[in-house]
């Protein structure tokens, strides 16, 4: 049973990702799984020739731990894999390639490890 504080970060993801997400479809080679997704992106600092230049991924994806199952084995994320936006018309919306900013890993967990957060880059 998960504890009331898990409980408040599930519910207040669930609500982010009504009002500011959407589904998206994780895939891992022929593996897929549909998710509802909260969206955000993470700043991180490159260094250009001597100076510090400022960028961001160019989305985040922000979802449930628990729910990340490929082929029946809950999963990680991992560099390459890919997310589709899913419109609410079901029209694809974007496709996006897994990556790791630079010192960072693709992914990290927040909210007590319940939700995970995937640094994403547009491709299509």
Do not use: W
């Not at 700043?43 to 230049?53: C, L």
């Not at 082929?71 to 899913?86: K, N, S």
């Amino acid at each position: 049973m998960a504890s009331p504080a898990a409980n408040a970060i599930i519910a207040g993801h669930r609500a982010n990702a009504q009002l500011r997400g959407a589904r998206i479809m994780y895939a891992r080679g022929d593996a897929r799984i549909d998710l509802p997704a909260a969206f955000g992106n993470t700043e991180y600092a490159v260094d250009a020739a001597g100076a510090v230049r400022i960028e961001h991924t160019d989305r985040d994806f922000i979802f449930e731990a628990a729910e990340f199952v490929l082929q029946g084995e809950l999963a990680t994320p991992q560099i390459g894999d890919r997310i589709t936006v899913i419109g609410d018309d079901g029209a694809y919306d974007g496709v996006f390639e897994v990556m790791a900013p630079p010192g960072l890993q693709c992914y990290h967990l927040s909210g007590q490890g319940i939700l995970v957060r995937v640094h994403g880059k547009r491709v299509q």
